[in-house]
């Protein structure tokens, strides 16, 4: 019996760890895919849309320049409010982005849009591996974040090969809207890795003995904080007030030692 459900439990944790690191390659899968597509493409929308190859190159060099810029970010944001939450956004960015790419009707507004796509990179990389070694414990880290290597180097490979496909036989606008069903598939994959954690955390709540409302422990939790802080200040106060004594004490002894020259000196 015990064999058996360490056997299910075993693979429950494989299948988790699959989920999450398939989830978190969907989003930098995207970000490099669609770099190599649109390289391919440019003299096609160079055509299209009458414009030199110097102002469609802004369509790559704005989406890099954005993601560069706001990666640092986002990485900061996903450490305050959670990485999913973040991941989870930049999936949504990313895809009505390329929705919107995909619409375009001038040079300047897939340029745009471009830059939108890139801040949506931008929350993807700077979440994709944290996502991995805070959810996968350490002695499974090497395979997945290997397997997220792996996927990094992909988009680009794959990149021309997919962008000359699509053109040859669908259209140009195919190359940003072929990312909507794999950002579909990165959202239903990371919603369950939400639904995971909070039944993780519900049951760790559980196991932790806690039987008080979540308000209750945020209070005793606010009340010792506040005693800590009273204590430490109590302290430091003390330690000034000490400091203060000392230097009134120097002080008063200086003078009187300069009173007692002075008198000295008149007698």
């Known amino acids: 019996m015990n064999e058996d459900t360490a056997?299910?439990?075993?693979?429950?944790?494989?299948?988790?760890?699959?989920?999450?690191?398939?989830?978190?390659?969907?989003?930098?899968?995207?970000?490099?895919?669609?770099?190599?597509?649109?390289?391919?493409?440019?003299?096609?929308?160079e055509r299209k849309f009458d414009v030199g190859i110097s102002e469609m190159a802004w369509s790559i060099t704005l989406y890099l320049l954005l993601l560069s810029a706001t990666i640092v970010i986002f990485a900061r944001i996903s450490d305050r409010i959670g990485r999913l939450k973040v991941y989870f956004s930049g999936l949504v960015l990313f895809a009505v982005a390329s929705l919107?790419?995909?619409?375009?009707?001038?040079?300047?507004g897939l340029i745009l849009f471009r830059?939108?796509?890139?801040?949506?990179?931008?929350?993807?990389?700077?979440?994709?591996?944290?996502?991995?070694?805070?959810q996968i414990?350490?002695?499974?880290?090497?395979?997945?974040?290997?397997?997220?290597?792996?996927?990094?180097?992909l988009g680009p490979v794959l990149g021309p090969s997919v962008g000359g496909l699509l053109l040859s036989f669908v259209g140009w606008r195919w190359i940003f809207w072929i990312n909507i069903p794999i950002c579909v598939i990165g959202l239903i994959g990371t919603q369950?890795?939400?639904?995971?954690?909070?039944?993780?955390?519900?049951?760790?709540?559980?196991?932790?003995?806690g039987?008080?409302?979540?308000?209750?422990?945020?209070?005793?939790?606010?009340?010792?904080?506040?005693?800590?802080?009273?204590?430490?200040?109590?302290?430091?106060?003390?330690?000034?007030?000490?400091?203060?004594?000392?230097?009134?004490?120097?002080?008063s002894g200086s003078k009187d030692k300069s009173a007692h020259r002075e008198t000295a000196t008149i007698s």
């Open 7 to 45: 056997t299910i439990q075993s693979k429950a944790v494989e299948r988790r760890d699959l989920i999450i690191v398939l989830t978190a390659s969907v989003g930098l899968f995207l970000s490099t895919l669609d770099t190599g597509i649109i390289n391919v493409a440019l003299p096609s929308l």
């Open 100 to 108: 919107l790419c995909g619409f375009a009707s001038s040079a300047v």
């Open 115 to 134: 830059g939108i796509q890139g801040i949506g990179a931008a929350m993807l990389q700077a979440t994709a591996a944290p996502i991995i070694t805070t």
């Open 137 to 153: 414990p350490r002695n499974r880290q090497g395979t997945a974040l290997g397997t997220l290597g792996m996927m990094l180097g």
């Open 192 to 209: 369950r890795l939400m639904r995971i954690r909070e039944r993780a955390e519900k049951h760790s709540f559980t196991q932790s003995g």
């Open 211 to 251: 039987e008080f409302p979540s308000g209750c422990v945020s209070v005793r939790d606010y009340l010792w904080a506040f005693g800590s802080w009273f204590a430490r200040s109590y302290e430091d106060i003390s330690i000034l007030l000490g400091c203060s004594r000392i230097h009134h004490l120097f002080a």
